[in-house]
Each structure stands twice: as structure tokens, then as C-alpha cells.
């Protein structure tokens, strides 16, 4: 078979009369220059070549194309610029038609809009995420999908950024077809297209709108937006698309597509996007085999315990859960039960999926049932002679060779660790709760951790399905120690002279889901103030304390559980208490405080710097490994607004900003 170059990854071949055009651009075939150069050279060769009737185009590997090169981003465009590819695709006067392999994403999916037809394999998704990436479809998705599917789903669908699976797409009419040969049925396809008048989307008048559905779908995808632009900027472009000219609504996209391109909105989530890739690569684990992992145990089946269990069976692990109590072993199976079957009833969990998860389940109060796991996890209260006990018996119970992990979110794991016979064999993983629901696992690497020990804790956490972050063994790791520094510096203020509820105010205006003391008081205030107890004896007594969570708890004040911390909660309703504001007064007056005035920019200004000192700190200490790991953590575990970056995202945009 003769193969024609067009560039360095964009070749072709006739097949039945067909140029069949491939980017191979590994590892996603993304759309970068050389590519989107390659496609316009195959366009041209397939005009002058009187012996192709038509054009596919396919992806090389498993991904049809992963959308624009996301690198580029950083730079200016540089032509031929994907719009141009695609309105050469669409007006192209032979059939052009997508042979979908697999992932069709962004430009990707944008270049199959364009085309005349569309076939996909069973393993196509069809999607644009753009975005998740702070911007909007830059190469007529907004213009051309409601022109396919009708501008309620292109609303959801791109105003989200949620993607398709290949039978869904069928559903809205976005493929013509579905086939196991995706190639073959384009080719078969575009020889049937090449006498007739061809089916140009952009041409095409936008599906009639069902006004209601539509208007549900943009309130949906505006409601989960929280304060992020893009969402906003897609829903207004595709709905513009029923209203105005293809022409006007494609340079309306592109505009808006190039500027908010250049926003920080963008670049913070670029950023995410990124380090999420990069989260768990570590150098040092390079050509080190994970060990194999069947059973598992855990340890304490409270909630913890029962979300890491839920987990673990829906990722296909045999499951042995311990309690310290026939009583509670059967407590926590009910709870895991409970969860499956939730997950079963949302649809995430097919019947037959459950069945299987629930007969790979054993539940006892015998720690000895552990004797032949590949890997123990203990979930039990956050107590270092607890924990230290436990962990003392499972040394005696499982095999040599299994790993015990330790989900301590407070406790340094090196202390455990020395507790044991074979501290080679201990690592963390720290879960957020609910574990079944939380994508974020920081991964402790102990001082004696083996490396295959860690790369089985990885690599049992990616299979998980989690965004695990490794690092290093320290009281709090990552996520805590800096939550605590943004916690104080919170008290600090609230001292000085700024209300819970202003500095809540602040954050909940910048971003934040939540203010520090309303999550405060959802997570319960005891868990810091044991840790504060603990670190009473060794705490600088020169170093700065303020009392008044310590009061708030002496009270019995311990958060939503006991009605009131920060705030008082009737009915869920959070109100101000003005006990709490008198403690407060009680409090600054005790030391001489004069309070003052925070503006809310002060406020945010404030904390997120407290974040970000913190951050390097643990960078310089070696506890974190980058920059990028300590935003995943803030991000995915502490509610820090994804589209904001990070805290130390933010310190470096405030920082390029002075520069
Ligand atoms: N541009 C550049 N690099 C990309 C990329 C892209 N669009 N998509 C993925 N990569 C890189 C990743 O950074 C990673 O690099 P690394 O190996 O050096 O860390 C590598 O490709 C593999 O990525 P994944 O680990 O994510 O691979 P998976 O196989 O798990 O997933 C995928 C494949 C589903 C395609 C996933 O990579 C993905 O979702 N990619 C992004 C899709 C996207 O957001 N596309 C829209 C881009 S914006 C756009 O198209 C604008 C247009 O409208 C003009």
C-alpha cells in the first residue's frame, strides 16, 4: 500500500478508491501545528487525485484526536489555525467523513462535526471539554453541534463539558453509524455520499429548540459553574447559534474562544490539568514493579473504612472488612451494602456489577481472616496507640510479603511505622471522606517504605480510580498541614478584628464552595482540637494561640453534629450567634486587641498567602513534591476552587503580575 506524508504525523493511503487520512501524533494525536498543516496538504492532495471519490479521517492508536494541542496554548496561534481546517473539511466538494477509533475530544470532536459524516467504533466518546479548561469550542463546536443535536443537548453537553459514549451519540444523531470496522463502514460511507449533495452541518438549520428543556439545561450547567466564566460564555454561543448567521456566530465563538484563551481562568486550569498528569509519576519508582493485589483488608469499617471498602470492590479487589465486634462487622457490611446499592440505584453500579462486588465481601470481627491479604488497610480512630496496637497485631497476622497501609490524616506514619517489626512494609494512604465519593488519596512515602511497597500503593490507588499525590511522612502531609495554616491565620484575623462570617463572606465571594469556619463546623472542630491538645507540651509557648476554638469546644460547641460551633444550624440554616461574637470580643479584650476593619480582599489576599508560605514550606522540607501536587490536594480535598488553580498557582500569578 502506497503511503503519502502529508507531514511529520498526518499520512494517507487510498483504500477502495478512499484517501484514508490518519493523524498519528502520539500520545493523542492532538491537533498541533504540524497536524493541523498535515490535514489541509491531505485536503489539497484529495482534490487533484482523480482516483479518490472521497476523504476519512482517523486516528492512529486508540485515540481518534484528543482536541488542540493544549501546549500551544501559552503561545499565539500560529496558521493554519484549526477553523480554518475545519471550514476547508466542511466545504470540501468530496465527501469528507470521520472514522471515529476513540476519543474525539474538542477539536478533535470539531473536526468531525465538519465533516460530512460521522462513524464511530464501540470505543468512540465524543466530547468538548474545553470548558473544563477555562475556554469555549474554538473551531464551530458551539455552532455546528446544535445544528446536529439540538440546542438542549449541545447546552448540556458543551456548556458541562461532559462527553458521550459512542451509542449515546448515536441516540442524538451525532454519528451516522456504528461500526466494529470504523474505517471500513467511513470508506463504504463516503463512496455512497459522492453523487449526491452533500450534508454540510454548518448548512444545516439548528434543531428546532424545546425552549423549557433548553432553559433547564443552561440553569443545571450555570447552577455547577460557581463563579467560573466559560460555562456561561458556551451556553450563550450555542444558544446564539439558533438566533444568528453561521458566519456571525463562528467569529462571535472565535473571539470569545481567543479571549478568555488568554485568561487566568484558562491558565488555571490548564495548570490542573497538567499536574493532575503528572500526580503520581515518580522518578525514582521508574522500572519498579508494583506487587500483585487480589485481597484486601480493611481495618475498622466505620464510614472511612466502608468508602475504602466500596471502592476496592467496585475496582474488582476481594474485600475482608474487620471489626472489632460481631455487632459492628455486621454494621459496617450493612453500611457497604448500603453504598453499593446507592451507587446501583444512580446508575454508576449495573445489577450484575454489584452481585459481583457483594459476593467478593466478607465481613468479621477475626483479625486472623487477614492471614492471607496482599494488602491491609487500617481505618480505625486517629490515635497513635490505637493505631500503634493494631498495627503491632497485623504485623503478627498477614503474610511477610503484604503491605499494611496506614489512613491516618493527622499522625506522622513514621512514628507507626518504627513501631513495627517491619516498618519496610508500611506506607500511608490518607482517603478523604466519604472514600467511595473523594477523588484525592495522598500517598505516604515513609522514611523506610520499600520502593515496591509504594508502587503497589500507587498503583492500587490509580486502579481506584483516585488522583493519588505522593508524599512524604509529616504530622498533616500535605493537604492538613496547610489547612491548618489557613485555619490559624483565619483565627488571627478573627482576633484582630474581622467576624467568621465576614472572613466566610469573602472566601464564599472569591470562590470558595464554603468559608473556612462553615467548613469548619461541618468536619467537626474536636478532630483539631485533640491535635492542639497533643501539641500542648511541646507548642512554643512565644509563638502566637488563639483560644477561641478551645473555648468553643469546651462548651460542647463542635460543629453542625452538636447544632452549633462558628455558627448556630437549625434546620441546616447556618445564623450567626451572638454568643460566639461575644466570646470573641470576651477574647480580644483579654489580650488588648483593638480590632480593625478587613476588606474582603484583605481577607482573601490574606489567607490564600498563608496557603502558599505554607506550600513552600513543605516544597523546601521535601514533603511535597511540586507545586503543581500541593494545588491538586487543596483542590481535590479541601475544596479549593479549581479554576482559581491552587494556592500555589495563585502566588505565582501574583507574583509574574509584580514582575
Ligand atoms: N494537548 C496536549 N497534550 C495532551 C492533550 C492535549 N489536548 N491531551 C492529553 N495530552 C497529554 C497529557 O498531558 C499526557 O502527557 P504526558 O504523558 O506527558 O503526561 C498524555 O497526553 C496522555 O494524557 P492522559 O494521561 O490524559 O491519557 P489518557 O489516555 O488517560 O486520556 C484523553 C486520553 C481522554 C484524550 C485525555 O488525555 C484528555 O481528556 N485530554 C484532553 C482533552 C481535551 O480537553 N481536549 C480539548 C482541548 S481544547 C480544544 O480542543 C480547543 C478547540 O476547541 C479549539
Partial sequence: MDVTRFSGSVYGSI?????????????????????????????????????????????????????????????????????????RIEQSDKPVVAAINGAALGGGAEIALACHGRVASAAAIFGLPEVKLGIVPGAGGTQRLPRLVGTAHAVEMIGSGRSVKADEAKRFGLIDALADDAVAEAVTLAHGMANAPLRR?????????????????????????????????????VRAAALTSLEKGLADERTTFLRLR????????????????QAGKVAKLEGIS???????????LGLMGSGIAVSALTAGYCVIGVEQTDDDAQKGRTCIVGLLGKAAQSGRLTPDARKACLQRLATTADLTALSGVDLAIEAVFD???IKTDLL???????????????NTSYLNPDELAAATIHPERIVGLHFFSPANVMRLVEVIDCAATRLDVLATALAFAKRLGKLPVVCSAAEGFIGNRIF????????????????????????????????????????????????????????????????????????????????????????????VDPQVTALI???RKAKGIVPRQFSADEIVAHLLRSMADEGSVLLSEGIAGSAGDIDLVMINGYGFPAHKGGPMFQARLKRDSHA
Fill in 15 to 87: 483504500r477502495d478508491g478512499v484517501l484514508v487520512v490518519t493523524i498519528d501524533n502520539p500520545p493523542v494525536n492532538a491537533l498541533s501545528t504540524d497536524v493541523r498543516e498535515g490535514l489541509c496538504r491531505a485536503l489539497d492532495h484529495a482534490v487533484s487525485l482523480e482516483g479518490a471519490a472521497g476523504v476519512v479521517i482517523t486516528g492512529a492508536g486508540r485515540v481518534f484526536v484528543g482536541g488542540a494541542d493544549i501546549r500551544e496554548f501559552a503561545t499565539p496561534p500560529v496558521a493554519p489555525i484549526l477553523p480554518d481546517v475545519t471550514q
Fill in 201 to 237: 452541518t454548518g448548512e444545516l438549520a439548528v434543531v428546532p429548540a424545546d425552549e423549557a428543556e433548553t432553559e433547564a439545561m443552561a440553569s443545571k450547567v450555570l447552577a455547577k459553574a460557581r463563579g467560573q466564566v466559560a460555562p456561561a460564555e458556551a451556553v450563550r454561543l
Fill in 262 to 277: 488568554d485568561s487566568d481562568e484558562a491558565a488555571a486550569l490548564r495548570h490542573v490539568f497538567f499536574a493532575e498528569r
Fill in 290 to 300: 508494583p506487587r500483585p493485589v487480589v485481597t484486601v483488608g480493611i481495618v475498622g
Fill in 383 to 385: 490515635n497513635l496507640a
Fill in 392 to 406: 503491632q497485631r497485623l504485623d503478627g497476622v498477614v503474610r511477610p510479603d503484604a503491605i499494611l497501609a496506614t
Fill in 484 to 575: 491548618s495554616a489557613y485555619r490559624r491565620e483565619a483565627e488571627f484575623m478573627v482576633e484582630d478584628g474581622a467576624m467568621p462570617e465576614e472572613i466566610d463572606a469573602a472566601l464564599e465571594a472569591w470562590g470558595f464552595p464554603m468559608g473556612i469556619f462553615a467548613v469548619n463546623d461541618m468536619a467537626g472542630l474536636e478532630i483539631a482540637w485533640a491535635r492542639r491538645k497533643r501539641q500542648a507540651a511541646t507548642r512554643n509557648p512565644n509563638e502566637r494561640y488563639v483560644e477561641i476554638a478551645d473555648q468553643l469546644c469546651e462548651a460542647g460547641r463542635l460543629g453542625r453534629k452538636t447544632g452549633c460551633g462558628w455558627y448556630t444550624y437549625s434546620s441546616g440554616e447556618k445564623t
Fill in 585 to 587: 470580643e470576651t477574647a
